[in-house]
């Protein structure tokens, strides 16, 4: 196991400095320039042309990537822009918010996918089963933006059930602002929740066509007991597998959902310092977001060793 672990960390070495390269080449690739951005209209082109060099814009973009990759060696993300701050203390700022919506969205995704799927694996062909599929499919196919906007009209603003928009106030407890996500974690979680429930109901039905099930039930054993406990079991590998997935691509979703709620969070400053041209913040946002998509990963092929005895690394 440690040998593994050893070998997956240094493929994630270099997996991350491959995405370090590619985000660096994409963030300056985007049309615009900082210094023009922080000027304004009214800047001549001397003053753009002074702030690029105090800026380090004006390096060759070899040099640029190699004094990036310096810092990345250390840790250290660089400074914003405009923020005027690190990049590191920027995104600690917005990481309880993007944290906490993410986990309540895959729970929710959770708790509709997996037990949807296991009842229409159990019911298949029946009515459950193919209303379970149909509502799958459409949950799929609505964007998670109009989901959100749904439940602003009329569980916010016709009901007032939730609030509109926002984080709550500066000293909000932490009930306050789990209220503030219910809303957009639904309107992240419905969506993803369709993938969930139908790899749950392939991996179901796989499971329960081996003999071992077929024994369970001629046994006479309930039939709750011979899914649960025989064919789920055996069934949690591919579950874990579309999990573990869900859960990363609900961290590049949120960049939508929080700018839809007006939610302070790491996708929202994404998209602040995508409109504002700040490259430590869009490179290091990034970089962040896929070592968390990667260890998410690695964190997936251990489960599989707790849920099955059987896997060996």
Known sequence: MLVYIVR???????????????????????????AAVMLGSSATPEDIAALRGRLGLDEPLLTQFLLYLGQIVRFDLGESIFLNRPVAQALAERSELTGLLTMMSVGIAMLIGVPVGILSAAKRGGLVDQTAVGLAMLAASIPSFWIGLTLIKYLAVD?????????????????????????????LGIPNSALILRFTR??????????????ARAKGLPPLVVVLKHALRNAMIPILTVIGLTTAVMIAGAIVTETVFGLPGVGNLIVSAVLRRDYPVIQGALLVVSAIYVLINLTVDLLYAVVDPRVRY
């Open 159 to 187: 009901h007032a059930w939730f609030p509109v928009a926002g984080y709550g106030p500066p000293d909000a407890d932490l009930i306050e602002r789990m209220r503030h996500l219910v809303l957009p974690a639904i309107a």
């Open 8 to 34: 997956r960390f240094a493929g994630m070495m270099v997996v991350m400095l491959l995405v370090a390269m590619v985000v660096f080449l994409i963030a300056r690739v985007v049309p615009g320039d900082p």
């Open 202 to 215: 392939t991996s179901m039905l796989d499971v329960m066509s081996h003999d071992y099930v077929r024994t």
